[in-house]
């Protein structure tokens, strides 16, 4: 599939204005709930041509055209910025498929190369707006990992709408955690709270300074989370990555974590009190039992199991 943009200014050639109006009339069950067109079974080029003209005329706004082997399979429309200030993200503003070549997966590669363009200019997140009653739409979007971060009605029409946004791009960061491994097997882990994640139950560790190596930081985070000075971190026991969002940032990170043996005791007060606001809501040691059977996320996943494959 390519993208190709609908040529800038001036009337829409009579081929293309031919493709597209046969592409809107296919669309007829989200035209009747849209209320775009007087009588979504008799779209005509003309009201095509407006459409289209009405699409492209905020500034920065841009239509492309999805083809596929030749074919107009699909068009996006995108705005590089919403009117409202406060919005700094582009929005998709139309997604429309061929509905003859519905199920094919061309909607999602075409939404796949808008992300793409995007995220080439430099843009570090996305927008679009789902109409009540769209539950195709919006079960289509949640696919494509778009979330939902308001609810409000459209500036044109005032039609009641879900907001969705998609992080395009991440800020990379390298962490390093310790699992600290108790005799009778037990592993330290606190719960926390994060805005995009929500809570989980993690190692303690965090982001790796600058000149430090990932077992370096280990220690150091170790120390500063639960005031443990005397452990030191042993083999390393895996590394994965994972997104969250720390600071308001959307974040990448790739961590390295390691196994410590140390005895079950709690973590020093100040050490917890200084983290509180980083989102550490609670601690605990989970014996290998408790692991394996709990449905609470768990980072890193499959935690349970990596210990015990260690242990064997």
């Avoid at 699909?74 to 498929?97: E, F, K, N, Q």
């Avoid at 108790?182 to 303690?204: C, I, K, M, S, Y």
């Avoid at 408790?290 to 980072?299: F, H, Q, R, S």
Wanted: proline share 10%; glycine share 10%.
């Amino acid at each position: 599939m390519i993208l190709e943009p609908v040529p800038a200014g001036g009337a829409l050639p009579a081929p293309l204005l031919a493709e597209l109006t046969a592409l809107y009339a296919s669309q007829r069950a989200f035209h009747t709930l849209s209320g775009e067109f007087p009588d979504p079974a008799d779209i005509r080029p003309e009201q095509v041509a407006d459409a289209v003209a009405a699409e492209l005329a905020p500034p920065g706004t841009e239509m492309l055209l999805a083809r596929a082997d030749g074919r107009l399979v699909a068009v996006v429309s995108t705005l590089a910025r919403h009117p409202d200030p406060a919005d700094p993200d582009p929005w998709i503003g139309l997604l429309m498929v061929d509905a003859a070549q519905q199920g094919r997966g061309f909607g999602r590669r075409a939404a796949e190369l808008t992300e793409e363009r995007l995220r080439g200019a430099g843009h570090r997140a996305v927008r679009l707006a789902v109409l009540d009653g769209n539950s195709a739409g919006l079960a289509f979007w949640r696919t494509l990992g778009y979330e939902t971060v308001d609810h409000r009605r459209d500036r044109e029409l005032g039609r009641p709408c879900a907001v969705l946004r998609k992080v395009l791009l991440r800020t990379p960061r390298r962490a390093a955690r310790t699992a600290v491994v108790a005799p009778d097997g037990a592993v330290f882990l606190f719960r926390q709270e994060n805005v995009e994640t929500g809570p989980h139950w993690a190692l303690p560790g965090g982001g790796i300074e600058p000149g430090e190596s990932p077992q370096e930081g280990a220690v150091r985070e170790l120390a500063e989370e639960t005031g443990w000075t005397d452990l030191e971190p042993g083999p390393l026991l895996c590394t994965w990555e994972h997104d969250f969002t720390r600071a308001g940032v959307p974040v990448r990170q790739h961590e390295h974590v390691y196994v410590a043996r140390g005895p079950r005791r709690e973590p020093t007060a100040p050490a917890l009190t200084t983290h509180r606001a980083e989102g550490i809501l609670d601690w605990r040691w989970w014996t290998p039992a408790e692991l394996a059977g709990t449905a609470e996320p768990v980072w890193p996943p499959g935690l349970g199991t990596l210990l015990a494959e260690r242990a064997g």
